[in-house]
């Protein structure tokens, strides 16, 4: 609202000391007024064009701050008195509390109903205490009370602190947004109801309302409280019902575990007992087969030349000692016979012949050494020579193809038996090699699976290429009804040359030459 001192909206007049409209009193400088702030002489101007208000208005250039401000509250306390009615606000004491159990409360008391009342006994202006306040009234049904107006000055905590020491009910009409400086204005803020200006300062009533208020929620709070104790022990008993069914699935599970452990610790004594009892009895089989192997040397050594020469014929089922085993080597008069291709024969017939079906694809230096000077007696002095001997005839046995040295002094057999080796000889000696000369073995002659594998282990630098060899074996039974170089030449799709087809399938026995001038297959 403004507060510019040549506006003024309500004069005092001198005759009455009473506030008046500018229409109430004669217009301009005999208007009969003076500004309520400063007590100056002011004009009254009805402003019939109506471009503005009717107002007062001091003297041309006159500078006065109070003025207007002073002139609203004079005339608001001149109506309330004039009128002996006032619109009190309603005033309900309330409190806000939360429960235990997170309930919200509340409850509300009216100490004061809304709306115009009766005033008697109304004191403007006069000092109480250490106050001075506006208006004292006595309203009806609500005895003394303080009435401040305020249109930009409010009550302050000091003000508000001495009511409050009073005890006296206190309320405060706000004019700062009554927007028309007129009677008519002011009546509707000051005597309609609702009034939305007017608010409650202070009531001494409302303490103790509010006191009332948490007493009667008293019984209320503490069945809350105790609901909530009760839920609270309840929540405990379920954690304390839970925790211990906890405990009792651990415990559960702890002995699952040890029964677990327990019963794998048996499995697996049970399991050690039987590797233990298992390696016993290799053990001894192997110990019973040493024995026996060297009781049969032993026999073998005694015996004389000629007999040990039937004995080579009979184990390799042959009449004569094959001649294509023979090596011209070092040291071949030290094993005691005369004929040097008896202990040659012996010792392929021994470490050679038809040792893949058993499995044994390897024959170590050392071990041929020994195991010839169980069959042969060599002096003494002799035993370099022999073992030369033996050396070089694993050489020669190695360079003919039956034989693969390998490292560590030792060779890997690659051919199956005597009679495969005799194929593989006939073949690398014939200028011109014939592959239609080569026939199916008789199928009850056929290598085990044992004899392919060691065969073709043997003969392979590394066991992918071994496992290709034995794959092609593996498939060999459904290829009988097709003549052998048919079959060469289709494995040689799948790897290598016809040649080296034919090569693993003589080394390893499923192929052999048929006698010279028989036909070998007929088409
Ligand atoms: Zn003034």
């Known amino acids: 609202m403004h507060v510019l001192g040549d506006s003024i909206p309500f004069a005092l007049s001198e005759a009455d000391k009473r506030v008046y409209e500018p229409r109430a009193v004669p217009l301009g400088k005999n208007c009969g007024c003076v500004c309520p702030g400063c007590r100056q002489p002011v004009i009254a101007k009805h402003c019939m064009s109506g471009k503005r208000a009717p107002h007062f208005a001091h003297a041309a250039g006159y500078d006065c701050a109070s003025g207007f401000e002073t002139a609203l509250h004079l005339a608001a306390k001149q109506l309330i008195e004039t009128r002996g009615v006032l619109a009190f606000p309603e005033l309900i004491a309330s409190i806000k509390v939360w429960d235990d159990m997170g309930h919200v409360h509340e409850p509300a008391l009216q100490l004061v109903t809304g709306g115009l009342r009766r005033l008697c006994n109304v004191v403007l202006e006069k000092s109480l205490g250490q106050i001075r306040p506006d208006l004292r009234v006595d309203a009806d049904g609500l005895g003394t009370v303080l009435v401040e107006v305020a249109v930009t000055h409010f009550v302050d905590d000091r003000k ?58 008293r019984d209320v709070l503490s069945a809350a409280t105790e609901s909530a104790e009760a839920r609270a022990r309840s929540r405990a008993e379920i954690d304390a019902a839970e925790r211990i069914e906890e405990a009792a699935r651990q415990a559960e599970r702890e002995v699952r575990r040890r029964t677990e452990e327990a019963r794998q610790a048996d499995t697996e004594a049970a399991r050690l007992k039987e590797v233990a009892e298992r390696k016993r009895i290799t053990d001894e089989a192997q110990r019973i087969q040493r024995y026996e192997d060297l009781k049969k040397a032993a026999v ?59 499995g044994n694809g390897w024959i170590g230096r050392n071990y041929a050494r020994a195991w010839m000077r169980y069959r042969f007696p060599v002096p003494q002095a002799l035993h370099k020579d022999a073992n030369d001997a033996i050396d070089d005839y694993l050489m020669a046995l190695a360079v003919n193809g039956a034989l693969i040295a390998c490292r560590n002094n030792s060779y890997a057999i690659t051919v199956a038996d005597l009679t495969c080796f005799e194929t593989l000889i006939a073949i690398r000696n014939s200028r011109n090699f014939d592959p239609g000369r080569l026939q199916w073995t008789p ?3 056929w290598p085990t699976e044992q004899q392919a594998w060691t065969v073709a282990e043997g003969m392979s630098p590394n066991l992918s290429a071994a ?3 034995f794959k092609l074996a593996s498939e060999m039974h459904r290829n009988i009804g097709f003549p052998p170089i048919v079959i060469c030449e289709w494995g040689s799709q799948v790897g290598g040359t016809k040649e080296s087809v034919a090569n693993y399938l003589v080394r390893a026995g499923y192929l052999r030459l048929a006698p010279n001038g028989a036909a070998a297959v007929t088409r």
């Open 300 to 358: 073998f050594k005694a015996r004389p030349e000629e007999r040990k020469r039937q004995a080579v014929l009979s184990r390799l089922g042959r009449s004569q000692l094959p001649a294509f085993l023979a090596a011209k080597v070092r040291g071949a008069m030290s094993f005691g016979v005369e004929e040097t291709l008896l202990w040659q024969v012996t010792l392929f017939g021994g470490l050679v012949h038809q040792q893949p079906a058993k």
């Open 467 to 469: 496992g290709r060899w």
């Open 443 to 445: 199928k009850e002659e």
């Open 160 to 217: 508000l602190k001495q009511i409050r020491h009073m005890g006296i009910p206190a309320l405060e009409i706000d004019l700062s947004m009554c927007r028309d400086a007129t009677f008519a204005a002011l009546e509707v803020a000051l005597f309609d109801k609702p009034s939305g200006t007017t608010k409650w300062l202070y009531h001494p009533g409302l303490a103790e309302a509010e006191c009332r208020l948490r007493e009667s929620l």
